[in-house]
């Protein structure tokens, strides 16, 4: 099963007409994205783009062996040209099948937003997903089995990949491909970042794809360090990596901290913006976490908080007790967390930890300890990741990876 992707953007496209964001400035080129429809076996086309027939002539393709075209959101905005001989548009009602003449069957899922999902098995059994814009399956879920091949709005609903991952109908060799990009997305080679986070990809408008060939599915890093200052953004960028995964376990090592009504304050801000499917552990012992070969993907914040609970523990605040065996008991407890993050067989985890030493030297002896000390924490973590970011002013730096 071929398809073409006559446009992959938004159903009004990108750029928008005389706006002057940034990325609207970065969609020049083959970065520009017109309304996504997609192209099946030359014979079913799925939505409808402005002027689909000079889409299909630019990408070396006719739309003159189409025999069905199904839409999949409501077309807001002027009528969508329908070219000569193109059959008229329709929609299949939720859980009913459409058999083709050419052998493709088409099943129409139901969203959690307006639309119809498709899914579109071919004569040979391969099988595709293809959901709307801003939609997520409904309650009913997909389909039982796995797909070769999923186009969805992976910038704007991520849970919708997280839950076709819990439901084992995306795995990792599903090819997973990002549609209706729109005005929101992050521009330039940001976006190419995100969605490699999330096991997902983007191409250009006028790419064809053999459903089942998947040669170019991003492997998703295994360790990911998120370092950043107060503020910058560090703990959403984390969030943001794993929106895509479900039953995340997220490590919070800050503790209640009682009677701090703004720490609680903070806590609670952190857990409203999580996922509700993502479940929290209040520790700083991530050693069994680590070694948990079969636990879910995991999420560590942060690890400045861990050094503190770890000094706190061998007495390195003080000059004398940190002189007298502290240091090296500290330095050993950082070289098994190292070591437990270099050995982890999770198939994801993400740590975040504050960067400092940019500012202003701490003016007491332990607090120029903790400083150095946390440097030393994130280059040993740093060395054992497949991927470390640096958050400055929300915008995330690919230091490796």
């Known amino acids: 099963m071929e398809l073409t992707l006559l446009g992959t953007g938004g159903p009004e496209g990108l750029p928008l007409p005389d706006c002057p964001c940034a990325a609207c400035a970065y969609a020049v080129g083959d970065q520009a994205r017109a309304a996504t429809a997609i192209l099946v076996d030359g014979a079913l086309l799925l939505d409808l783009t402005p002027g689909p027939a000079f889409a299909a002539a630019r990408s070396g393709h006719s739309l003159s062996g189409v025999r069905q075209v199904l839409l999949s959101h ?54 595709l997903l293809y959901l709307p814009p801003g939609c997520s399956p409904g309650a009913s879920g997909p389909s ?26 995306v795995d990792g060799t599903t090819d997973v491909v990002a549609v209706h990009i729109g005005h929101a997305v992050p521009p330039g080679a940001e976006l190419r970042r995100r969605l490699a986070a999330l096991g997902a990809r983007a191409v250009p408008d006028g790419t064809s794809l053999v459903v089942g060939d998947c040669p ?11 370092l950043g200052g107060a503020r910058s953004g560090k703990s959403a960028e984390a969030e943001r990596r794993l929106a895509g995964f479900p039953d995340v376990l997220y490590a919070a090592t800050g503790g209640t901290r009682g009677g701090d009504a703004e720490w609680a304050q903070r806590v609670s801000l952190h857990r409203e913006r999580r996922p509700s499917s993502w479940r929290t552990v209040e520790t700083c012992d991530l050693l069994p976490l680590l070694a948990d070969a ?6 560590i914040d942060c690890l400045s908080l861990w050094l503190t609970n770890a000094m706190d523990a061998v007495g390195a605040w003080n000059d004398d007790v940190w002189a007298n065996g502290a240091r090296r008991e500290l330095h050993d407890r950082i070289a098994e967390l190292a070591a437990a993050w270099r050995g982890t067989r999770r198939r994801v985890v993400v740590a975040v930890s504050n960067e400092v030493g940019s500012g202003v030297v701490p003016g007491t002896a332990s607090g120029r300890r903790f400083r150095d000390e946390l440097g030393r924490l994130n280059a040993a973590i740093a060395d054992e990741s497949e991927h470390v970011l640096l958050v400055v002013a929300g915008q995330a730096l690919a230091l490796r990876g």
């Open 74 to 127: 409501p077309h807001d905005g002027p009528a969508v040209e329908i070219p000569a001989g193109l059959p008229a548009p329709a929609r299949v009602p939720d859980g009913e099948e459409l058999a083709l003449l050419t052998g493709h069957r088409v099943r129409a899922l139901a969203v959690d937003a307006p639309g119809t999902a498709y899914e579109v098995t071919s004569p040979d059994g391969r099988r």
């Open 144 to 169: 039982s089995g796995r797909y070769d091949l999923v186009l969805l709005d992976a910038v704007g609903r991520p849970d919708a990949l997280a839950r076709l991952r819990a439901a084992g109908s």
């Open 216 to 226: 170019e599915v991003p492997d998703v890093p295994r360790r990911t360090l998120v």
């Open 294 to 299: 079969d636990g879910p993907p995991l999420l």
